[in-house]
Antibody
Framework: EVQLVESGGRLVQPGGSLRLSCAAS????????MSWVRQAPGTGLEWVSV????????HYTDSVKGRFTISRDNSKNTLYLQMNSLTAEDTAVYYC?????????????WGRGTLVTVSS | EVVMTQSPPTLSVSPGERATLSCRAS??????LAWYQQKPGQAPRLLIY???TRATGIPARFSGSGSGTEFTLTISSLQSEDFAVYYC?????????FGGGTKVEIK
């Protein structure tokens, strides 16, 4: 079955760190761009980061640059998001999403999301 | 960054009627635009990419048009399962940006 399953979300204190994972199955993971998109409670979608397929091209939204790092392990079909120096503004459901191609920056498969709550 | 503005924020439509949703980019993005549908408690679903190409499995009642800065998503005859929030997303410039969404509700 073609699917993405996120994990790693939890309650974390401000200034803390967290690593999210996204396990992919049912497609050739290494050949597709993979992205993280978040949604704060009751609000719209915000793109966070993307990792191209086939090479190591990465991009971030400005608010997470220097704090978040996207990575992928193609041998494990898994995407990661290392999040450091977390603030309340990072509280959101984090979705993992698959691009339509190696350098397609729009997303045709999404996971169900994992909730990150930053609070003391 | 490219600001995506969607209008109206809420659209009240009766089943069977036509719905027209708008998305405006703060600068030209050619046709590097996608549309998504999101239902409560669910992940987004890709409807349209390249401004007008339907994604796999998307019914023909969904159509997209536009280029440059003005884009439209049209749902020709609303079905009960179409009541949801719709987002546009530009993928011409970094950072990728989404519009604020249009909620299509039952009139």
């Amino acid at each position: 079955e073609v699917q993405l399953v996120e994990s790693g979300g939890r309650l974390v204190q401000p200034g803390g760190s967290l690593r999210l994972s996204c396990a992919a199955s049912g497609f050739t993971f290494s050949t597709y761009a993979m992205s993280w998109v978040r949604q704060a409670p009751g609000t719209g979608l915000e793109w966070v980061s993307v990792f191209s397929g086939g090479d190591a091209d990465t991009h971030y939204t400005d608010s997470v640059k220097g704090r978040f790092t996207i990575s992928r392990d193609n041998s494990k079909n898994t995407l990661y998001l290392q999040m450091n120096s977390l603030t309340a503004e990072d509280t959101a459901v984090y979705y993992c999403a698959k691009g339509l191609g190696a350098r397609a920056w729009y997303f045709d498969l999404w996971g169900r999301g994992t909730l990150v709550t930053v609070s003391s | 960054e490219v600001v995506m503005t969607q209008s109206p924020p809420t659209l009240s439509v009766s089943p069977g009627e036509r719905a027209t949703l708008s998305c405006r980019a703060s600068q030209s993005i050619a046709t590097f635009l996608a549309w998504y549908q999101q239902k409560p408690g669910q992940a987004p679903r890709l409807l349209i990419y390249g401004a007008s190409t339907r994604a796999t499995g998307i019914p023909a009642r969904f159509s997209g048009s536009g280029s440059g800065t003005e884009f439209t998503l049209t749902i020709s005859s609303l079905q009960s399962e179409d009541f949801a929030v719709y987002y546009c997303q530009q993928f011409n410039f970094w950072p990728l940006t989404f519009g604020g969404g249009t909620k299509v509700e039952i009139k």
